[in-house]
């Protein structure tokens, strides 16, 4: 009878235990597709997300605008947040994971923010031609103001570059560019490339632009 007793209670704290694994997996495992949205519900949804964490009380940005950018497939995959002022952050639309995955510190939302984050400056150049090693040991060519000194901007290359009813793009997730004259220009660079099959006939210049896997980046 013992023997019995501890065999039920081991198989009742068994059920207790799947059970709870169940529930578990049952309230974080509900995610949703990124395309169940429309562009303008995934902008209007990401508009709700920026106001809340970034335009409070005491806030540096008086204001923001979003902008839809599409990859190297035309299709969108990015959106731009243009603060007022100054500043600037690329949000990645994607499919909603399990937010059991939250508890491990990663990212599990629908929207996630780059690295480039706020107030951030970037630098306009160019690939130096003469200089055939392969990316990141590519030789830069800075674009310099009139004393000699690197230029930096705290606005995006959209902004910089006045692109405002062409189709902006954030290709192969780093280089910022629009449609001129049936090619790519690159808005890091100011020049000109094609895609051909998927690839990039040469080397581009590119902003220092990732999509970090980790909570504190969702939105």
């Known amino acids: 009878m013992i023997f019995l007793a501890k065999r039920v209670k081991k198989s009742t704290g068994l059920i207790v235990v799947i059970i709870t694994l169940i529930t578990t997996f049952g309230l974080f495992g509900c995610s949703q597709k990124a395309n169940k949205y429309t562009e303008e519900e995934h902008k209007q949804r990401i508009n709700e997300r920026i106001e809340k964490r970034f335009m409070g009380r005491g806030?540096?940005?008086?204001?923001?605008?979003?902008?839809?950018?599409?990859?190297?497939?035309?299709?969108?995959?990015y959106f731009l947040?243009?603060?007022?002022?100054?500043?600037?952050?690329?949000?990645?639309?994607?499919?909603?994971?399990?937010?059991?995955?939250?508890?491990?510190?990663?990212?599990?939302?629908?929207?996630?923010?780059?690295?480039?984050?706020?107030?951030?400056?970037?630098?306009?150049?160019?690939?130096?031609?003469?200089?055939?090693?392969?990316?990141?040991n590519t030789e830069?060519?800075?674009?310099?103001?009139?004393?000699?000194?690197?230029?930096?901007y705290s606005k995006s290359p959209y902004f910089i570059a006045d692109v405002t009813t062409e189709q902006r793009y954030l290709l192969f997730g780093n280089i910022t560019a629009t449609r001129r004259d049936e090619k790519f220009l690159n808005l890091v660079s100011q020049e000109k490339f094609e895609i051909t099959d998927g690839q990039i006939e040469n080397t581009q210049a590119t902003l220092a632009l990732t999509f970090i896997s980790n909570k504190k980046f969702d939105l």
């Open 81 to 136: 947040v243009e603060f007022e002022p100054i500043g600037f952050i690329f949000v990645l639309i994607g499919d909603e994971q399990s937010k059991i995955l939250n508890l491990f510190g990663a990212s599990t939302s629908m929207y996630r923010l780059s690295n480039i984050y706020g107030v951030h400056t970037w630098s306009p150049y160019k690939i130096d031609p003469t200089n055939s090693q392969p990316y990141p």
């Open 59 to 77: 806030s540096e940005y008086e204001s923001f605008n979003l902008f839809s950018l599409h990859d190297e497939n035309d299709k969108l995959k």
């Open 140 to 152: 830069k060519i800075w674009e310099l103001d009139e004393n000699g000194n690197k230029i930096f």
